[in-house]
T-cell receptor, first 113, second 115 residues
Framework: AQSVTQLGSHVSVSEGALVLLRCNYS??????LFWYVQYPNQGLQLLLK??????LVKGINGFEAEFKKSETSFHLTKPSAHMSDAAEYFC???????????FGQGTELSVKP | EAGVVQSPRYKIIEKKQPVAFWCNPI?????LYWYLQNLGQGPELLIR????????DSQLPKDRFSAERLKGVDSTLKIQPAELGDSAVYLC?????????????FGPGTRLTVL
């Protein structure tokens, strides 16, 4: 069965520091992978997605993620954190069951001034 | 372009009462999803529609939950009767097509509190 695991339910960084949010997936077939961001009392907004092709995916707001099949990982990074990046981030995978997405537990990102 | 619209945004009810949530997807989007998001968790799919057909409702608790998308556009999710454990955020999403790579666009959700 497909599953998505996010390591760390809460990550805290200083403003200007590197952001690294970890996501690992399990799948018997090449997956499609997504990162979504959720601000308080709002719905999920797509940051980026990997389908096929280039394994380094660039998204909005300076975020990027690299698909590493050998490590079954799709970690999200941003070189320099902004206060406005504070939010909940969800990694999700799909591909085995049509449009069904499997979400990770989420990682809350805090940014300290 | 308008996003996915959901109403109400917040709902507080007593247990055993019925409740309904409404969703209007992005215009032209054929696929509509209802997700359940418990506090501190990721969303979990309840039901997926392609046009007016429910193509995946395996996670919908059919004893108390029902959904419809009669004209293949907007949709309603109903709970009757509500239980304390149903307190959660109910998210609606839509996508242009139904493929696994298609981006799903989410509404703001309805936060349900059952007392």
């Amino acid at each position: 069965a497909q599953s998505v695991t996010q390591l760390g339910s809460h990550v805290s960084v200083s403003e200007g520091a590197l952001v690294l949010l970890r996501c690992n997936y399990s799948s018997s077939v090449p997956p499609y992978l997504f990162w979504y961001v959720q601000y308080p009392n709002q719905g999920l907004q797509l940051l980026l997605k990997y389908t096929t092709g280039a394994t380094l995916v660039k998204g909005i707001n300076g975020f990027e993620a690299e698909f590493k099949k050998s490590e079954t990982s799709f970690h999200l990074t941003k070189p320099s954190a902004h206060m406005s990046d504070a939010a909940e981030y969800f990694c999700a995978g799909g591909g085995n069951q049509g449009g069904k997405l499997i979400f990770g537990q989420g990682t809350e990102l805090s940014v300290k001034p | 372009e308008a996003g996915v619209v959901q109403s109400p945004r917040y709902k507080i009810i007593e247990k055993k009462q019925p409740v309904a949530f409404w969703c209007n997807p992005i215009s032209g989007h054929n696929t509509l999803y209802w997700y359940l998001q418990n506090l501190g968790q990721g969303p979990e799919l309840l039901i997926r529609y392609e046009n007016e057909e429910a193509v995946d409702d395996s996670q919908l608790p059919k004893d108390r939950f029902s959904a419809e998308r009669l004209k293949g556009v907007d949709s309603t999710l109903k709970i009757q009767p509500a239980e304390l454990g149903d307190s959660a955020v109910y998210l609606c999403a839509s996508s242009l097509l139904s493929g696994a790579a298609d981006t799903q666009y989410f509404g703001p959700g309805t936060r349900l509190t059952v007392l």
